[in-house]
């Protein structure tokens, strides 16, 4: 039998089975947590794992915590530590997920961020594909509109706000989608249930602006620096109405989960041709070595384990 995996748990590495939290945990009845996840990607010829932009998660969780009044135990810096001793202790030969908590812990009743006391924990899986990047999926968009900022912030990655996201995803699944496409209370295109959204358009990515009440995502980042730097091809970040997706060129999601994910039909009409398009082929092509440590012009993006 293969041994228990570690979590960390109150200050200590513990058997995942040990790392148990009370019913009256504040995050539990009220969804007052901030939470990241984070890749490591298996490189079968140098044996070896790579967790991609574990810096970049950590200080975005850093500023997801500000906005909810939690106070991390430890620096970015010591937090990536204790991630790369984790993954370590884990022993993983696959690709695997990372799942740092910060949360609101204390065991009290009242809904607030004040004088409730903070926790953290950090649990791994491994993890394949979440959704089927290498063929493409089908995508639509439902009924349920993206959190807006002045009602949950959604540039913060809040444990409460994934409500939202799950709505939207069976919504689009029970209508016989794969993934969601939430839209603005305007009604411009925001993201994916746990995806940022791009399409192509002559000779250019768009995506919704920060604005759009999109998480800000580090793949998202990486894909436009990608693209910019390797393929001249620039990313613009604008409004983008629900009706572009149907008259693009390329569609794509990006995310942790989902790397980058070719949507080849929205809304039950076909984007471009309806295969994988030839800006979201060579992207993914790039992005699928980077992500691994295959491409050493990024290796600062990967920390080896
Ligand atoms: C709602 C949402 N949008 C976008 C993303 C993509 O963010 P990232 O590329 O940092 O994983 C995620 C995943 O974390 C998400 O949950």
Same mark, same amino acid.
């Given at each position: ?16 089975? !040990? ?11 009220? /969804?007052?947590?901030? &939470?990241? /996840? ?13 967790? @991609?932009?574990?810096?970049? $998660? ?8 500000? #906005? ?9 810096? +010591?937090?990536?530590?204790? =991630? ?35 926790? @953290? =924990?950090? &649990?791994?899986?491994? @993890? ?31 444990? %409460?706000?994934? #409500? ?33 959204? @791009?399409?192509? +358009? ?22 436009? !620096? ?5 393929? %001249? ?21 990006? /995310?942790?989960?989902? $790397? #980058? ?45």
């Amino acid at each position: 039998m293969a041994p228990e995996p570690y979590a960390y748990f109150n200050g200590d590495f513990v058997p995942i089975s !040990q790392a148990k939290v009370s019913i009256m945990t504040h995050a539990f009845n009220y /969804g007052t947590g901030c &939470f990241e /996840g984070i890749r490591g990607n298996w490189n079968s010829k140098e044996e070896r794992l790579y967790i @991609f932009r574990l810096r970049e $998660h950590y200080e975005r969780l850093e500023r997801s915590c500000k #906005i909810l009044k939690i106070q991390l135990p430890k620096s970015v810096d +010591q937090l990536c530590d204790i =991630t790369l001793e984790l993954a370590k202790r884990n022993g993983y030969r696959e690709d695997m997920y990372v799942r740092p908590i910060a949360y609101k812990g204390e065991g009290v009743v009242g809904v607030r961020l004040h004088n409730v006391s903070d926790a @953290f =924990t950090i &649990f791994t899986i491994p @993890f394949g594909n979440y959704l089927d990047s290498n063929n493409g999926i089908r995508a639509g968009t439902v009924g349920w509109r993206r959190v807006d900022d002045c009602a949950i912030p959604a540039r913060a990655k809040v444990t %409460g706000i994934y #409500i939202n996201s799950a709505l939207a995803k069976t919504e689009a699944f029970e209508n016989g989608y794969d993934e969601a496409i939430m839209l603005t209370n305007a009604g411009h295109v925001s993201e994916g249930s746990g995806e940022n959204i @791009f399409m192509v +358009q002559d000779g250019a990515l768009v995506t919704p602006a920060p604005s759009e009440s999109i998480l800000i995502g580090i793949t998202r980042s990486s894909v436009m !620096q990608l693209a910019r730097e390797e393929l %001249g091809i620039p990313a613009i970040e604008r409004q983008i109405a629900k009706s572009e997706l149907y008259s693009c060129q390329e569609v794509f999601m990006t /995310g942790t989960a989902a $790397h #980058i994910t070719p949507v080849l039909e929205v809304d039950h009409r076909k984007v471009g041709s309806g295969a994988i398009g030839p800006v979201t082929k060579k992207l993914m092509d790039l992005y699928f070595d980077v992500i691994a440590g295959r491409n050493k012009k990024y290796i600062d993006w990967c920390t080896a384990v």
